[in-house]
């Protein structure tokens, strides 16, 4: 009898134990989930996530006109006005520390033409340069609200030169060999983003090569559902 009784205390212990163990497995799960979920989510800026960057430069193209422009016997003088670089990018991330983007870049620069070291007066040179490219980039430090990644950008920069106005035979002869061109551009850069919602940030990027030195600008973040 004794035994039996024994029996019977051991097994509601038993089950005790196991209901309560139960129970706070599935409260412990619960919580770490809601955490997770909370703190970090894959889904906002791991695989699947979309980055769309949206900002403005600085280059140096004034300097690099000089070398690319296909002109015998002209050059230019210091430029009257220089637009930033108004970049545009998207980035797809196809792995949770790596994407791969597109890119677009655009920058003008006005100056008076100049042959044999003489300004021709009444006229101005509109030169612009629009990058198309692809980059990919590595992320070492990626989580909810930070960003920070290393990459490269490979394109293409297409450059139009022309002079205003158009009617006049000096324009003509000035004009010779001036016309659109293509170069290739490669960029290494390194960036940082900041998020300040589930959506919205800023970023900054550092850059050696075309189109830009640094630039800086919103950032949009589209997360798969």
């Not at 589930?198 to 559902?225: D, Q, S």
């Amino acid at each position: 009898m004794y035994i039996c009784q024994k029996i019977k205390g051991m097994r509601k212990l038993t089950f005790g134990l196991l209901l309560s163990l139960a129970f706070y497995n599935s409260a412990f799960s619960q919580v770490s989930t809601n955490d997770t979920l909370h703190t970090y989510p894959k889904s906002r800026s791991g695989k699947g996530a979309f980055i769309i960057n949206a900002g403005v430069g600085y280059s140096t193209i004034f300097v690099a006109v000089e070398g690319a422009l296909p002109i015998k016997g002209a050059s230019i003088q210091v430029p009257t006005s220089v637009s930033p670089a108004i970049n545009l990018t998207g980035d797809y991330s196809f792995r949770n520390d790596q994407s791969v983007g597109i890119c677009v870049t655009y920058q003008k620069l006005n100056d008076i033409p100049q042959t044999e070291n003489t300004s021709i007066t009444g006229y101005t040179e509109s030169i612009t340069r629009t990058n198309i490219a692809l980059r990919y980039l590595f992320h070492f430090i990626k989580n909810t609200n930070t960003d920070t990644y290393v990459g490269t950008r490979i394109g293409l920069s297409f450059w139009v030169d022309g002079i205003l106005p158009l009617s006049s035979q000096q324009y003509t002869q000035l004009a010779m060999g001036r016309s659109s061109f293509v170069l290739p551009s490669l960029q290494l850069l390194f960036g940082y983003r900041r998020y300040f919602s589930n959506t919205i940030g800023v970023h900054v990027e550092l850059g050696i090569g075309t189109p830009y030195l640094a630039e800086a600008g919103i950032t949009f973040r589209i997360c798969k559902k």
